[in-house]
């Protein structure tokens, strides 16, 4: 049994204790963002452009729910890298600089290497040795693959809770101000992290306008989504039509 003195000592002790985790506790700041839970399921919210929720629905899941292949991916980043390079850098071989053919000393009795033409690479301004070709450095993927890792990456992103679906962002003005205010109500603005909206409609010239001068914000049309553009994103918002649209241009098989 526990003596008089250890049970008066164990009160102040529990109270000490409680004001230590109130205080350790974040206080509340007047009109701090609030952060949105993350979703890693199938089923997710719809935020309208305020960020409160509207609505929930259920992701594909031959696309959100598909099995991650992180070598897949890998290869389908590589492929599109490399079609990313143009291949056009060239230097002059001792063939074609525009340099005199006489000779630059005679051959014999000088002591010196025998040279016959200031065009080679140990002089200055002399051709490049085995320097750069023109050359294609482009890469194919089988369209199968290209689905898969694009399912792959957009499942990876789910399951990590980076998706976010935005609904009514198709009313918006023109306006920087606008967009910034949406991306702060999603909790999304000023973390110094680069996002990827992704819009259901190619014509959506006022969704572009509004944020293509916000800093770290990617803006890409739903038919135009590749498995690089959303691995390189920390977060994605999908506008709700942005889904369909991803359904028509990379699900359905094209009929013959």
Do not use: C
């Not at 206080?27 to 929720?53: A, C, N, W």
């Not at 693959?145 to 957009?154: N, P, T, V």
């Amino acid at each position: 049994m526990p003596s008089k003195s250890s049970a008066k000592t164990a009160k102040p002790a529990a109270k000490t204790a409680k004001t230590a985790v109130k205080k350790a506790a974040p206080k509340k700041v007047k009109g701090e963002v609030r952060e949105l839970p993350k979703e890693t399921g199938l089923k997710q919210s719809v935020y309208d452009t305020k960020g409160k929720v509207v609505e929930s629905l259920t992701l594909p899941k031959e696309i959100f729910g598909a099995k991650v292949n992180n070598h897949l991916m890998a290869q389908a980043v590589r492929v599109f890298l490399s079609n990313r390079r143009k291949g056009t850098v060239k230097t002059k071989s001792r063939g074609e600089v525009n340099k005199t053919t006489k000779k630059v000393y005679r051959q014999k009795g000088t002591g010196r290497a025998r040279h016959g033409a200031m065009s080679a690479p140990i002089y200055v301004g002399g051709g490049v040795a085995f320097g750069p070709r023109p050359r294609d450095f482009s890469l194919s993927l089988p369209q199968k693959m290209k689905r898969a890792a694009l399912f792959s990456a957009l499942t990876a992103k789910v399951q990590s809770g980076e998706i976010k679906i935005l609904t009514g962002l198709e009313k918006i003005e023109p306006k920087t101000k606008l967009m910034s205010d949406v991306l702060k109500n999603l909790s999304l603005e000023g973390k110094k992290k680069k996002l990827l909206l992704v819009t259901s409609d190619p014509k959506a010239e006022n969704v572009k306008k509004a944020g293509r001068n916000i800093k770290g914000l990617n803006i890409l049309d739903a038919n135009l989504l590749n498995t690089y553009q959303v691995l390189d994103n920390k977060g994605i918002i999908l506008m709700k039509g942005a889904i369909e649209a991803i359904e028509k241009s990379f699900l359905k098989e094209k009929v013959k």
